[in-house]
């Protein structure tokens, strides 16, 4: 499943206040926040860099996939995240046949999508971050940016999901499509089918609408993004670690954690039939990404400013 998470970028005017700087007028800098990103991409673009605490890695691959439009003040495409420190086997699916095997200091790279968005006459900037498989390249990326910006110009930068205040109307108004029960503890009679005396099975419970939807998200949730006390989910969150609901909202589908709507901030789920993924590399095709996080980014901003299109 690929997904597209938003955060928000922004600046504090000292490392102890709670007030924030236009991302244009940086303290004594003499840069936006849009040149100081493209600046660290360009300082690091030939090297990878490592977080050894969590064993990662972030290469920009020279910027080969990774684009600059000063015009727009955007920055958009590919960069590559890995993982290294154990030991994998390279398996053909085909054949069965064994292909390599990956030593403890081989990183192993999958590329993803990221675009920002760094207006300098605002004070808060928007980052979009593609997701499959449970990799990003939000947590090193994030991090590292943070700590080269205090280190290279004094600046403190803070980014967090983007939270809407309340949930949008057209949001609750969604029609919810799948119920997905994360971790799902199965009663013992169907734990005795799975396995004679075993009961510490946890599965993912999934429930999906063939012809009609399943309530709207208003009947889960209020607009504050409290989780209502409705009979299904109240069964299912007892043996369960979190509830995820799918929910259709213009024609999007979006992904929620039903008891923390808000907290998760904003994350869209990509249709993989109209991402044009390559049936060689296994990877969207980058125009295609490009105009779909636009336009997923052009609708979270439309319910902050109000306006159509800010990006063209």
Do not use: W
Request: net charge neutral.
């Amino acid at each position: 499943m690929h997904t597209v998470s938003f955060y928000a970028i922004r600046v504090r005017v000292s490392r102890n206040s709670e007030k924030y700087q236009a991302l244009g007028e940086l303290n004594t800098t003499g840069l936006d926040m849009y040149n100081i990103f493209k600046n660290y991409i360009n300082k690091h673009a030939k090297e990878a860099i490592e977080d050894q605490k969590k064993n990662k890695a972030l290469y920009f691959d020279e910027c080969s996939e990774l684009y600059f439009d000063d015009k727009k003040e955007m920055i958009y495409g590919y960069a590559k995240v890995g993982k290294y420190g154990e030991t994998f086997n390279v398996v053909d699916r085909s054949s069965k046949e064994p292909m390599y095997d990956g030593k403890t200091n081989d990183i192993f790279y999958n590329q993803r999508y990221v675009m920002a968005f760094l207006p300098g006459d605002l004070r808060e900037g928007y980052i979009a971050v593609h997701t499959v498989h449970q990799t990003n390249v939000k947590g090193i990326l994030f991090d590292h940016f943070k700590t080269f910006c205090l280190a290279n110009y004094g600046l403190t930068v803070k980014i967090n999901s983007l939270l809407p205040k309340e949930v949008p109307h057209d949001v609750l108004n969604g029609k919810v499509s799948e119920i997905r029960a994360i971790d799902h503890s199965p009663t013992q009679d169907v734990c005795d089918e799975l396995d004679k005396g075993y009961y510490d099975v946890q599965t993912e419970f999934v429930i999906k609408s063939r012809k009609n939807s399943l309530g709207r998200l208003r009947d889960y949730v209020t607009q504050q993004g409290k989780q209502k006390p409705t009979p299904l989910i109240e069964v299912l969150d007892q043996q369960s670690s979190e509830i995820k609901l799918f929910v259709d909202v213009n024609g999007r589908k979006r992904l929620y954690k039903c008891d923390n709507i808000l907290g998760k901030g904003i994350t869209f789920i990509l249709d993989e039939k109209n991402m044009n993924i390559s049936q060689t590399t296994g990877i969207p095709c980058k125009e295609r990404m490009k105009q779909l996080l636009r336009e997923h980014l052009n609708i979270v901003l439309k319910e902050i400013y109000g306006k159509e299109d800010i990006i063209a």
